[in-house]
């Protein structure tokens, strides 16, 4: 890949089919997400493990609106045909994903999905 805008629409591709083993091959060893709903994970590993564990509670699909590039970020603004909104924030150094960052409202999906409501 060429650039990191790239990366990233690569990125959509594999999670818009699903590919937790894909995915995963896209971040450094030691690289973070931070679903800020959410713990942040590190590692490649447990990345994948939580895109695979994603993948079978809910079906997700990314449907880019804006994508920006600065240098090694990218800033992809997003939405699902469910109605989400979103927006993940990518540090891309030496042809990999350092960190992740995404910003969306984990209630409404809960609610979209049937699934449990947190309790507290």
């Known amino acids: ?6 990366m990233v629409l690569h990125w959509i591709e594999l999670f ?19 679903q800020v709903a959410n713990l942040p994970i ?4 447990a990345i994948r493990e939580l895109f695979a564990y994603e993948f079978s509670t809910a079906e997700m699909t990314c449907l880019p609106v804006n994508l920006f590039q600065d240098d090694e ?18 540090h891309i150094t030496e042809g990999k994903i350092k960190l992740q960052r995404g910003y969306w409202d984990k209630l409404s999906f809960l609610r979209m999905h049937g699934m449990p409501l947190p309790t507290r």
């Not at 818009?16 to 931070?34: M, S």
């Open 1 to 6: 890949m060429n650039d990191a805008k790239d």
């Open 16 to 34: 818009n089919r699903g590919d937790a083993d894909g995915l995963a091959e896209l971040y450094h060893d030691d690289a973070i997400n931070h």
């Open 42 to 45: 590190q590692g490649k590993h």
């Open 73 to 90: 970020w990218v800033i992809l603004e997003w939405k699902d045909p469910m109605g989400l909104l979103g927006c993940g924030f990518f």
